[in-house]
């Protein structure tokens, strides 16, 4: 099942939006990372994570302290099989769990059509 939509704003631009309520923390992430350098980045630090190179803490912590998800709505944190979207506000905007590949197909989804 598709969890996003990418769709072009005639104002905005490029956005996404979730295709169900639950999926809202993974539409948030994806429209925190508008620069496809980042993106790429992103992806290849998490590839670090399920290649069991680096853990989590090894590539983020140091690096960023941890992953917020848009205007304090809620953390991101990975091991090497899948990716914790956890809401700060979870009576209001669920927490989502994703195999880890998965996430990383949306993120290079995203960045595709971001160019």
């Known amino acids: 099942m ?16 979730p ?7 993974l539409s948030y992430f994806l429209s925190d990372l508008s620069d496809i350098g980042t993106i790429e980045r992103t992806v290849s630090e998490i590839e670090l994570v399920q290649n069991n190179q680096k853990t989590f803490d090894e590539v983020f912590t140091d690096t960023y302290g941890t992953i917020s998800i848009s205007v304090n709505a809620g953390t991101f944190i990975c091991d090497r099989d899948t990716a914790y979207l956890t809401s700060n506000n979870p009576d209001l905007e669920p927490s989502l769990t994703l195999p880890l590949q998965e996430f990383i197909n949306i993120l290079e989804e995203w960045k595709n059509f971001l160019k």
């Not at 295709?19 to 923390?25: E, G, N, P, R, V």
């Open 2 to 17: 598709k969890k996003i939509e990418f769709y072009t704003h005639p104002v905005v631009g490029k956005e996404n939006k």
């Open 19 to 25: 295709t169900s309520d639950k999926y809202i923390m």
